[in-house]
């Protein structure tokens, strides 16, 4: 039996579909399983046992459909559901099964704060679509596998974090899901210990930032006694930019704390068991994209009648208050 899973973007979503392609690859007899992303993402593939071969989206679609077509698939699992994976289905014609976006149901949310959404994680609809063939979901969490030379070795890190080190992923796609830079120093200075700033080039400024803010500088000795007298322990190593995603991932995994915007390296986290503090803004855990089967802490700011704004995020409040992120109590502690 072959099968296609198709999710083209992006890096948490794909993440959420691990459990998929393991069920399928684990429950069925002889399945190839088969997964469809965008060239982009890529390298979140190269050391999956559970997939057999990759197609990936370029420049166009149709020489993406030919590919597809010479495959021969008896099933596609399709966890996009968008306009051009709907051009895929009808073009290979063979029987789909498809993820429910549940659009309406976010869109009352939005726009009308009706919860209409059903109490259950993205991973298990995801798995939803399965049952047809048979699969039961196998309860063992996301999955994300390291390549070898991706690996992180500690010696690569700062001496004062080759220990104990919290990771903090500052990043995500749209800015009403990050903190304000001010309110990203005081959750450094809450945490209180040695911290890992991840995230892409575009978050290397903000991390440049905060690393500076805790910087020891030279002729200070007699004001880091006074950090001492107060127990101030949080150093910084900005990693925004330097390690593609998979040595972020090796970070993530040799963290023993992880704080995390809702973004990919959450699920990531996720993945690995961490104990996690997700920080939630305009986007709402309601949605079903919570920390998937570990320990987990939520940062909101509850009783907001603006929030959620929006399924996705804005580069900006709509409001100009931004109180979802500003208003947010990081009530926490870190043995």
Known sequence: ?????IRFSSIGDIVLTTPVVRVLKTQLQDAQVHYCTKKAYAGMFKANPYIDKLHLLEDKLND???????ERFDYIIDLHNNLRTTIIKQRLGVKAFSFDKLNFEKWLMVNFKINRLPNVHIVDRNLETTAPLGIKGDELGLDYFIPEQDEVPLEWLPETHRGDYVAYAIGAQHNTKKLPLPRMIELCDKINKPVILLGGKEDAANGEQI??????????EAYEEGLKELNKRTVIFNACGKFNLNQSASLVKQAKYVFTHDTGLMHIAAAYKKPIFSIWGNTIPEFGMYPYRTQFTVFEKKGLSCRPCSKIGYSKCPQGHFLCMNGIDFDFYLP
Do not use: Y
């Open 1 to 5: 039996m072959k099968i296609l899973v």
């Open 64 to 70: 993406l459909v030919q590919e597809l077509k010479q």
């Open 211 to 220: 690393e500076a803010f805790f910087r020891q500088q030279q002729g200070s």
